[in-house]
T-cell receptor, first 112, second 113 residues
Framework: GNSVTQMEGPVTLSEEAFLTINCTYTATGYPSLFWYVQYPGEGLQLLLK???ADDKGSNKGFEATYRKETTSFHLEKGSVQVSDSAVYFCALRKDSNYQLIWGAGTKLIIKP | SAVISQKPSRDICQRGTSLTIQCQVDSQVTMMFWYRQQPGQSLTLIAT?????????ESGFVIDKFPISRPNLTFSTLTVSNMSPEDSSIYLCSVVEGSDGYTFGSGTRLTVV
């Protein structure tokens, strides 16, 4: 069936470090892929998305490329800030309906 | 994109009671989703609510425990019935706009004592 696997957290980095949060998926067809972010005490916000292979989603300095050959959608940022501390969720949308399949979430902690 | 007003934002309830969570959307949307997010975990879909039809529940969730109403295209409620401490969680509503636009309410943090 369809599933999303994220690297386990928490991930702890120093400010200005390079960030990668791995996300791989299993799906039939051609799903759309998403990264959502949940800041402490807040709701979920869409960070970026990609709807077809080789698409690159980007927002707020974050990027992720839809790699069909490796079934991956890794989240990257070149230089993280303390304000990036949050929980990041990878998700996919199945072809045939609008349900989202969620990864377990990765907590990111950025230390000054 | 749509704006969702979800309330209450948090509540502490006695076991055996029920709580109704409301989501109001500032535009008409066909599909609304209700999720549960248990502490430190990912989101689990409870049900999909379309206006004018019965909600579709995911495996492990039943209408008697989580009745849902969807009286029009801008509003929905989720009731958590006969609560136990295991129901302590964050409950979120979500809508989809267009092909890939998902918006979430700010969540209801429920504690059952």
């Amino acid at each position: 069936g369809n599933s999303v696997t994220q690297m386990e957290g928490p991930v702890t980095l120093s400010e200005e470090a390079f960030l990668t949060i791995n996300c791989t998926y299993t799906a039939t067809g051609y799903p759309s892929l998403f990264w959502y972010v949940q800041y402490p005490g807040e709701g979920l916000q869409l960070l970026l998305k990609a709807t077809k292979a080789d698409d690159k989603g980007s927002n707020k300095g974050f990027e992720a490329t839809y790699r069909k050959e490796t079934t991956s959608f890794h989240l990257e940022k070149g230089s993280v800030q303390v304000s990036d501390s949050a929980v990041y969720f990878c998700a996919l949308r199945k072809d045939s309906n609008y349900q989202l399949i969620w990864g377990a979430g990765t907590k990111l902690i950025i230390k000054p | 994109s749509a704006v969702i007003s979800q309330k209450p934002s948090r509540d502490i309830c006695q076991r055996g009671t029920s709580l109704t969570i409301q989501c109001q959307v500032d535009s008409q949307v066909t599909m609304m989703f209700w999720y549960r997010q248990q502490p430190g975990q990912s989101l689990t879909l409870i049900a999909t609510a379309n206006q004018g039809s019965e909600a579709t529940y995911e495996s492990g969730f039943v209408i008697d425990k989580f009745p849902i109403s969807r009286p029009n295209l801008t509003f929905s409620t989720l009731t958590v019935s006969n609560m136990s401490p295991e129901d302590s969680s964050i409950y979120l509503c979500s809508v989809v706009e267009g092909s890939d636009g998902y918006t979430f309410g700010s969540g209801t943090r429920l504690t059952v004592v």
